[in-house]
Each structure stands twice: as structure tokens, then as C-alpha cells.
């Protein structure tokens, strides 16, 4: 049973190139996250979606941040026109029922904004 | 919005002993649970709890999920180099998993 993936594991954008991270739950998990984390500091929640559904999206920006799970394929978080305060590590976790329950990580995105 | 308080914020250990750390909360959290994270990766779930006073171990890393469901402890035994790394805990209310601040391992020089 293979673990969460995620892809690209570094990806290096120009300010104001579009970014796209992907991530596959783990199988038979609906239930995504997204965090985010900078250099030495701890996991800050962007938004939260079942399939189809984006359930919370209290943790992200209001512009340029979207993110979808469509029925079939992986997650995606899109930045448009990133800036270089977006440099970051993108995590995903995926869960197999999203309410009290564990969840799993995969290995990150680290977005490098030039 | 709900916040958890992981203490200590760093600690360093040498090799054999035990240590402990944290979280706390003014909420009351339905699971709690223990990831490690290691420098260029994501965390890895250590230990999951799902009851209140429920302790549970995984080798040498033992949790509690404390009675009044605000609050959880991690202790590891005869420490090892290995060990180094960021410990998170996390609280899960229904959809929200939130996170501790994290407590970073280090090794004593």
C-alpha cells in the first residue's frame, strides 16, 4: 500500500509563474489537508477537501491559493503569480475518514520562488 | 481558533536517558496524535490516541491522551542519536488536525 505522493518534490517558479503541487492520498483515503511550513517553524493548515468538496479553506490566502480533489486523480494546490514570500515546504496528509482519525503525510513540496 | 502549546520548545538529550515533552490546550480534543519529522521530510505519525487516559507505546515511545482531553505527553526511553528530529503533537476536533508548535531533539555535544 503505497504512502502518500507527492510531486513535484522541489519545484523552482519565477515571481509571478503559476505553481502546481499534486498529491495522491494514500488508497481508499478521501480526505485531504494541506499545510504549509516555512524554515524552522511549525505546520501552519491551508484548507481541508473531500473529494469533489472543499470542506474548510479557513487557512488560505483569499487570492492567487486554490486547491481541488476532483473524483478521480490527485489533490492540487495552485499558486498564480507566486512571490517569493511563497517559498516554502507544501505538505499534504491524506485520511481515511477525515473526521477524529489519523492522518498521513507525504514528503513535500519544497517551492523555491526566484 | 483552537491552539495547542508544545513544550519544550527544544531540549537536548544524550544518549540513554529519558525524555518528555507536551501539549496543552484551552480545547478539548477528540484524538491526539505524535509525529516526528526529519530534516527534507514530512512527518511521520508515530503514535495515534483516541481515548481519554488512553496510553499507549510504540517501542520505546510511550503517549498519553490526558483525562481532560486538553492535553497529551510523549515520552521516549534510553534515547538514542537517532532520535534527533522535530516532534509535532496534533489534535483532532471532527475535520480540524491541528498542530503543536512542534519540540525540537537535539543531541548534547
Known amino acids: 500500500n503505497a504512502g502518500v505522493m507527492q510531486n513535484p518534490r522541489h519545484l523552482v517558479r519565477r515571481r509571478g509563474q503559476e505553481a502546481r503541487l499534486r498529491c495522491s492520498p494514500m488508497?481508499?483515503?478521501?480526505?485531504v489537508y494541506w499545510y504549509r511550513q516555512l524554515p524552522e517553524e511549525g505546520l501552519k493548515f491551508m484548507v481541508y477537501l473531500q473529494k469533489e468538496n472543499i470542506i474548510d479553506e479557513s487557512g488560505m490566502p483569499k487570492e492567487r491559493f486554490s486547491a481541488e480533489f476532483p473524483k478521480e486523480g490527485p489533490s492540487i494546490l495552485r499558486i498564480q503569480q507566486v512571490v517569493r514570500g511563497d517559498s516554502a515546504a507544501y505538505f499534504c496528509a491524506s485520511s481515511p475518514r477525515g473526521r477524529d482519525t489519523e492522518a498521513f503525510f507525504g514528503q513535500g513540496t519544497r517551492l523555491t520562488v526566484v | 481558533g483552537q491552539q495547542l502549546n508544545q513544550s519544550p520548545q527544544s531540549m537536548f538529550i544524550q544518549e540513554g536517558e529519558d525524555v518528555s515533552m507536551n501539549c496543552t490546550s484551552s480545547?478539548?480534543?477528540?484524538?491526539w496524535l505524535w509525529y516526528k519529522q526529519e530534516p527534507g521530510e514530512g512527518p511521520v505519525l508515530l503514535i495515534a490516541?483516541?481515548?481519554?487516559?488512553e496510553l499507549t507505546s510504540n517501542g520505546r515511545l510511550t503517549a498519553q491522551f490526558g483525562i481532560t482531553r486538553k492535553d497529551s505527553f510523549l515520552n521516549i526511553s534510553a534515547s538514542i542519536p537517532s532520535d534527533v528530529g522535530i516532534y509535532f503533537c496534533?489534535?483532532?476536533?471532527?475535520?480540524?488536525?491541528?498542530f503543536g508548535g512542534g519540540t525540537r531533539v537535539l543531541v548534547k555535544p
Open positions: 488508497k481508499g483515503h478521501s480526505h
Open positions: 496534533a489534535g483532532t476536533a471532527g475535520n480540524k488536525l491541528t
Open positions: 480545547s478539548i480534543f477528540n484524538t
Open positions: 490516541l483516541y481515548k481519554a487516559g
